[in-house]
């Protein structure tokens, strides 16, 4: 995650981050169990990512913004961060 989160989530920060594989969804909501609020602050109220996050699996980037159906494996790395946008 990008040092931003943590500000907002300070129990994250410094740790390697172990939940199970699944779904990007399901990889989020572990990480809500163990911060909560967390997913508040990536998804919108509709279950999608917020527009200014961005999410990658393994390095390549979420192809599945909406429903986050892409998996992540047992042994894959989710990347989290805040996009910016602007000119």
């Known amino acids: ?18 939940v199970p594989g699944g779904s990007v969804a399901e990889v ?3 990480v809500n169990d163990i911060a909560p609020g ?7 109220e509709r279950g999608a990512l917020r527009r200014h996050v961005l999410v990658a699996v393994n390095k ?3 192809v599945d913004r909406k429903t986050l159906a ?3 494996p047992e042994d894959g790395t989710l ?8 000119g």
């Open 1 to 18: 995650m990008t040092s931003h989160l943590y500000r907002f989530f300070p129990d994250l920060e410094g740790r390697e981050i172990r």
């Open 70 to 72: 892409d998996r992540v």
């Open 60 to 62: 390549r980037i979420l």
């Open 28 to 30: 989020l909501r572990a």
């Open 38 to 44: 967390f997913t508040d602050y990536v998804l919108d």
């Open 79 to 86: 990347y989290i961060f805040q996009a910016l946008t602007g």
